[in-house]
């Protein structure tokens, strides 16, 4: 099997407006990767459509169902 070899692509972007992205990137990746915890209040309280990929629960919850 191979050996994962990391091979920087920064040099690719040089002279570009992303060039200054990559050692933000470099110094922030821990963060950028780390969760956030958030909650979504609609997720509750929105009418329910679409199955409820999209909308809240709340109607469903008391019976009310479109």
Same mark, same amino acid.
């Given at each position: 099997m191979g050996k994962?070899? &990391?091979v920087s692509r920064a040099n690719d972007f040089r002279g570009t407006p992303l060039e200054a992205l990559f050692p933000?990137? &470099?110094g922030h990746v821990r963060d950028m990767l780390r969760p956030r915890w958030t909650f979504y209040w609609r997720f509750l309280f929105d009418k329910d459509r679409d199955a409820y990929f999209f909308?809240?629960?709340w109607?469903?919850?008391?019976?009310?169902?479109?």
């Open positions: 994962p070899i &990391e933000y990137v &470099e909308g809240g629960i109607p469903a919850v008391l019976g009310r169902s479109t």
